[in-house]
Antibody
Framework: EVQVAESGGGLVQPGGSLRLSCVAS????????MTWVRQAPGKGLEWVAN????????YYVDSVKGRFTISRDNAKNSVYLQMNNLRAEDTAVYYC??????????WGQGTTVTVSS | DSQLTQSPSFLSASVGDRVTITCRAS??????LAWYQQKPGKAPNLLIY???TLQSGVPSRFSGSGSGTDFTLTISSLQPEDFATYYC????????????FGQGTKLEIK
């Protein structure tokens, strides 16, 4: 079965850090871009970051540039999101997704990040 | 960056109705326009990619069309399980390869 599964969310204080992980299975991980999307409580979807197959291209939404870093380990079929200097507005469910032809065709169940003192 | 505006933001309809949701881009977008369905507490589900290609496993009552700056998602005959929120999404295919989502359309039962 083709799937991705996120982990690593939790409660963190403003200014703190978290590292989200996403493990993929059921497909050839090295063939695909991967992406992170978040959804704040009661809000719409917001793309956060993406990474190409060999980690040579990474892109970010402006609001997280300089604070978040996307990476991948193809040997472990995993993609990560290192989040530093977290703010209250980063509170959201974070989804990992596989990308094909510009669309996100496989999504995980999401992991919740809450930034609060 | 191109912005995506969906209309309407809320839509009330009945089972069996034909409904259309529009997604308008602020500038000409790549062909990589997708549509998603999301139900409360669940991850989004891909319906349409490349503006008009039906994702495998998605019922044929869903269809997508459009090009340039104007795109539509049509549900030909609403079923009870179709009441959800729908999002369009585009990829900027030239660097920076960023994505943008529309604000969403909540489809409710009349």
């Amino acid at each position: 079965e083709v799937q991705v599964a996120e982990s690593g969310g939790g409660l963190v204080q403003p200014g703190g850090s978290l590292r989200l992980s996403c493990v993929a299975s059921g497909f050839t991980f090295t063939h695909f871009w991967m992406t992170w999307v978040r959804q704040a409580p009661g809000k719409g979807l917001e793309w956060v970051a993406n990474i190409d197959q060999v980690a040579s291209e990474m892109y970010y939404v402006d609001s997280v540039k300089g604070r978040f870093t996307i990476s991948r380990d193809n040997a472990k079929n995993s993609v990560y999101l290192q989040m530093n200097n977290l703010r209250a507005e980063d509170t959201a469910v974070y989804y990992c997704a596989k990308v094909v032809l510009g669309a996100m065709d496989v999504w995980g169940q999401g992991t919740t990040v809450t930034v609060s003192s | 960056d191109s912005q995506l505006t969906q209309s309407p933001s809320f839509l009330s309809a009945s089972v069996g109705d034909r409904v259309t949701i529009t997604c308008r881009a602020s500038q000409v977008v790549s062909p990589y326009l997708a549509w998603y369905q999301q139900k409360p507490g669940k991850a989004p589900n891909l319906l349409i990619y490349a503006a008009s290609t039906l994702q495998s496993g998605v019922p044929s009552r869903f269809s997508g069309s459009g090009s340039g700056t104007d795109f539509t998602l049509t549900i030909s005959s609403l079923q009870p399980e179709d009441f959800a929120t729908y999002y369009c999404q585009q990829l900027n295919s030239l660097p920076p390869k960023t994505y943008t989502f529309g604000q969403g359309t909540k489809l409710e039962i009349k």
